[in-house]
């Protein structure tokens, strides 16, 4: 096969196994607001709803009012919310006084410049939400947004 080949291949195999539903998702592990690191792993036994943001993304901050209302409406569910911020590594005192200063519930995680959720799943624009599974397999990696009920209705499919 030649380069050109091999990359077609490769850009088809990502959405067609790597990515489909049912398949195991990326186990990340990046730190919280406090510090701490938090794994997709360590949040098995929930359906995880992820949103891939950041502070200057003004379609982000858009949606947190909606994210606020769908995280309180699930509270007693098993669900998690996590929000991904792909600040830059210089903007971090930046995101950790916008979630402050916000309330932001859920789980709030830090991936400098999106280089493990972003680059593994090549996410070409933010906001992204993804949801997976409670055994941690892909639901979708591309999930609607939380101002539409799409979003509550998939996540209600899976609880």
């Known amino acids: 096969m030649t380069p050109a080949q091999l990359a077609v291949k490769d850009q088809v195999f990502e959405k067609l196994v790597k990515y489909q539903k049912g398949a195991p998702a990326y186990n990340f592990d990046l730190v919280d607001i406090n510090e701490k690191k938090v794994s997709l792993k360590s949040l098995a036994g929930k359906v995880v709803v992820v949103d891939v943001w950041a502070t ?30 792909t600040d830059k590594e210089t903007d971090k005192d930046k995101w950790k ?36 599974d409670k055994a941690g397999n892909i639901v979708t990696v591309d999930a609607p947004r939380p101002s539409t009920p799409g979003l509550k209705k998939l996540i209600e499919q899976y609880l």
Not at 120 to 130: D, L, S
């Open 56 to 85: 200057w993304c003004g379609p982000c901050k858009a949606e947190i009012p909606h994210l606020k209302k769908l995280t309180e409406e699930m509270q007693d569910k098993e669900v998690v919310f996590v929000s991904i911020s």
């Open 97 to 132: 006084k916008f979630v402050a200063d916000e309330h932001l519930d859920g789980v709030q995680l830090y991936d400098p410049s999106g280089k493990s959720v972003i680059t593994y799943y090549k996410i070409p624009g933010i906001p992204r939400f993804m949801v997976f």
